[in-house]
């Protein structure tokens, strides 16, 4: 079965999420990518070690799909094969920041010298154009700088979220954007920059926060994981584990009410509607935390199920790999890497398409795995590709 982006060459330039996730959500769509990491093997690769050469968890999953070369782009030979990449690609890849893409010839001027109809999908911290564009970054500030962290925890403790949302969130915008622009060339032959940061994603999804507090300046400040703008929403001890009730609109409210045994709350003007139960959150959840305090997480979510109420189980990791749901689902694609033990359970693309579905099926290459066969693609023969390995260039 054919696949959207197949024949398109994506070289991966990227490093640990936003870049390289941006790339396997394109991989699975049918695109070739090309991951070219350090001689020595890129940071990101040994996050989180789980085979014997110390590849990381991390790497299996933006790894998938993908063809792995090494390649040192900053020697001159290094720059010679990057042209000829450059020359045979689609789409370039890189969240590094700007000054740093210049010095590895990435930049869109450099590449579009090389290949006209190029697209470049930058994804910095920050973007351009403004004091910030040089910095580094990870996750962690999108969430600090964007209100994320302040919103978080409680006012004594900013927390930053375990997962890195706004890395995921960079690099599905970009797909989009990526995707966008390949749709364009289609039809003009013109190639063009993409531009992401994780600080445009940050602000992005704390904009309905922002403009509150633009607009009527309500000085929010954090109340662990209840919401402020509606309820009951927060998470409830049980008698053997904990769970989240999560109610937005008066329909839910009228049958929690009724759960409850509180008929005269429907006319308490305390909740009379979203914006009032999240200004009155913490009276509602001391009454649901007493009544899931007196049952086990199942009793409570069976309860709020036949209420349909949303709730769910706060599960660990392990409970999530044994669930039911993913298990029926079959969510992950298990696939084998040479030194590990186990298959990794790598999470298949989430979303589907019903005609052209994208898929996960190749596992993350090891260190340097393809590159003879890629710069034999490029012209290179077993002899020139043994000096240059000797010259540390690939």
Same mark, same amino acid.
């Given at each position: 079965?054919?696949?959207?982006?197949?024949?398109?060459?994506?070289?991966?330039?990227?490093?640990?999420?936003?870049?390289?996730?941006?790339?396997?959500?394109?991989?699975?769509?049918?695109?070739?990518?090309?991951?070219?990491?350090?001689?020595?093997?890129?940071?990101?690769?040994?996050?989180?070690?789980?085979?014997?050469?110390? &590849?990381?968890? #991390?790497? $299996?999953?933006?790894?998938?799909?993908?063809? *792995?070369?090494?390649? +040192?782009?900053?020697?001159? @030979? %290094?720059?010679?094969?990057?042209?000829?990449?450059?020359?045979?690609?689609?789409?370039?890849?890189?969240?590094?920041?700007?000054?740093?893409?210049?010095?590895?010839?990435?930049?869109?001027?450099?590449?579009?010298?090389?290949?006209? &109809?190029?697209? #470049?999908? $930058?994804?910095?911290?920050?973007?351009?154009? *403004?004091?910030?564009? +040089?910095?580094?970054?990870? @996750? %962690?500030?999108?969430?600090?700088?964007?209100?994320?962290?302040?919103?978080?925890?409680?006012?004594?403790?900013?927390?930053?979220?375990?997962?890195?949302?706004?890395?995921?969130?960079?690099?599905?915008?970009?797909?989009?954007?990526?995707?966008?622009? #390949?749709?364009?060339?289609?039809?003009?032959?013109?190639?063009?920059?993409?531009?992401?940061?994780?600080?445009?994603?940050?602000?992005?999804?704390?904009?309905?926060?922002?403009?509150?507090?633009?607009?009527?300046?309500?000085?929010?400040?954090?109340?662990?994981?209840?919401?402020?703008?509606?309820?009951?929403?927060?998470?409830?001890?049980?008698?053997?584990?904990?769970? #989240?009730?999560?109610?937005?609109?008066?329909?839910?409210?009228?049958?929690?009410?009724?759960?409850?045994?509180?008929?005269?709350?429907?006319?308490?003007?305390?909740?009379?509607?979203?914006?009032?139960?999240?200004?009155?959150?913490?009276?509602?959840?001391?009454?649901?935390?007493?009544?899931?305090?007196?049952?086990?997480?199942?009793?409570?979510?069976?309860?709020?199920?036949?209420?349909?109420?949303?709730?769910?189980?706060?599960?660990?990791?392990?409970?999530?790999?044994?669930?039911?749901?993913?298990?029926?689902?079959?969510?992950?694609?298990?696939?084998?890497?040479?030194?590990?033990?186990?298959?990794?359970?790598?999470?298949?693309?989430?979303?589907?398409?019903?005609?052209?579905?994208?898929?996960?099926?190749?596992?993350?290459?090891?260190?340097?795995?393809?590159?003879?066969?890629?710069?034999?693609?490029?012209?290179?023969?077993?002899?020139?590709?043994?000096?240059?390995?000797?010259?540390?260039?690939?």
């Amino acid at each position: 079965m054919s696949k959207v982006l197949e024949g398109i060459r994506v070289l991966d330039f990227g490093r640990y999420i936003a870049g390289p996730f941006c790339a396997s959500l394109l991989s699975d769509m049918g695109a070739e990518v090309i991951r070219i990491e350090k001689v020595q093997g890129s940071e990101d690769r040994f996050l989180s070690p789980v085979s014997d050469a110390g &590849d990381g968890a #991390l790497f $299996m999953q933006m790894g998938r799909n993908k063809l *792995g070369m090494t390649l +040192n782009p900053m020697k001159p @030979d %290094g720059r010679e094969i990057v042209r000829k990449l450059v020359a045979s690609a689609d789409v370039v890849v890189a969240n590094l920041p700007p000054d740093t893409l210049q010095a590895m010839g990435l930049d869109y001027d450099s590449l579009k010298a090389v290949k006209p &109809d190029i697209i #470049l999908t $930058m994804i910095s911290a920050f973007g351009t154009g *403004g004091p910030y564009s +040089n910095r580094v970054g990870f @996750d %962690g500030l999108g969430q600090a700088m964007s209100g994320a962290m302040y919103m978080s925890g409680t006012p004594d403790q900013p927390v930053k979220s375990y997962a890195p949302f706004i890395d995921f969130g960079t690099a599905s915008l970009s797909a989009v954007g990526t995707m966008a622009a #390949l749709l364009e060339r289609q039809k003009t032959g013109r190639g063009q920059v993409v531009e992401a940061s994780l600080f445009n994603t940050a602000l992005t999804m704390m904009n309905g926060t922002l403009i509150e507090q633009a607009m009527i300046a309500p000085d929010r400040v954090a109340t662990l994981n209840r919401s402020q703008t509606s309820g009951p929403a927060d998470t409830y001890r049980t008698r053997d584990g904990w769970v #989240l009730v999560q109610s937005v609109g008066g329909p839910l409210f009228e049958r929690w009410v009724e759960l409850m045994g509180e008929p005269h709350w429907l006319e308490d003007p305390r909740f009379k509607d979203d914006i009032s139960r999240g200004n009155n959150g913490e009276v509602i959840s001391e009454r649901l935390a007493a009544w899931c305090a007196e049952r086990t997480s199942a009793e409570v979510l069976e309860t709020m199920e036949k209420a349909r109420i949303p709730a769910g189980p706060v599960m660990s990791p392990q409970q999530v790999l044994d669930d039911p749901h993913v298990a029926a689902r079959q969510m992950f694609e298990k696939l084998s890497y040479p030194g590990a033990d186990k298959p990794a359970p790598v999470m298949k693309t989430p979303f589907s398409l019903s005609a052209t579905p994208p898929s996960v099926e190749r596992r993350a290459p090891t260190l340097g795995e393809h590159t003879d066969q890629i710069m034999a693609s490029l012209g290179y023969d077993a002899a020139q590709i043994d000096e240059l390995r000797g010259k540390r260039v690939i």
